[in-house]
């Protein structure tokens, strides 16, 4: 495609000449503040994505996993997530430090509504809380603090366009490569097989989650 071709958007007005301001009630939305119903979605959520920025602007979206329940909700204003053993490249971690603000959208599963929440975040290293943070008796080395400054419900808009929630649209997992065969090809390893890999990938995911 030429690139002369692709017309880009240059300001926030040529942006609003596409797509008109919302309501006042869409601004509205945001509370600023865990309420009983972030509450109780926060409690029923395995699964949050983290997103953080570097200083540059470079950004980064980790996938967060835990049993429902995991993520800790200190008072209206905070919540706690347990940092769990990883890559170590540490991406979030290190944005973190250079950069406090962070994003988390929490998904439960069968909803297709989300729950965002944008602040300020903390490395904590310990705390009184940690203990509550044990996941089969083994207490994070790390915890993400997050101070809430915006909170609000997403609509489900997403979710139904793309009909996450429906096995019958699922791809058939064997016509997907494997993790081991993407990164045998795009890390160029040689001599060892793909399905070996696989094997060390799955035994490490096992053995190593907490």
């Known amino acids: 495609m030429d690139p002369s ?13 596409i797509v008109k ?3 006042q009630a869409i601004w509205d939305k945001d509370i600023a503040r865990i309420d009983e119903h972030a509450r ?5 959520s395995p699964f ?9 602007g470079t950004c980064d979206v980790s996938p967060r996993g835990d049993p429902a329940g995991s993520v800790l ?3 209206d204003h905070r919540l706690v997530l347990a940092d769990r053993p990883g890559n170590q490249r540490l991406d979030s971690l290190r944005n973190i430090l250079r950069n406090p603000h962070a994003g988390l959208l929490f998904i439960v599963p069968g909803m297709n509504e989300t729950l965002r ?4 975040a903390t490395l904590v290293s310990d ?13 994070p080395r790390l915890a ?7 909170l609000y419900m997403h609509c489900a808009k997403a979710f139904l366009r793309s009909s996450l929630w429906k096995p019958e649209t699922w791809p058939d997992r064997k016509s997907l490569p494997t993790l081991g065969r993407i990164a045998k090809d795009q890390m160029g390893i040689k001599g060892v097989p793909a399905r070996m890999i696989d094997a060390g990938l799955a035994l490490d995911a096992k053995m190593n989650q907490y």
């Open 48 to 56: 949050v994505l983290l997103a953080t920025s570097n200083t540059d």
């Open 73 to 75: 909700v200190l008072d």
């Open 117 to 120: 929440v944008n602040g300020r």
């Open 144 to 150: 993400i603090l997050i101070e809430v400054g915006e």
């Open 5 to 17: 071709e692709i017309r880009t958007v240059a300001s926030e007005a040529e942006l609003r000449e």
């Open 40 to 44: 109780t979605i926060i409690a029923h």
């Open 21 to 23: 301001e919302p309501p």
């Open 127 to 139: 705390a009184p809380f940690f203990d509550d943070l044990a996941v089969r008796g083994k207490r």
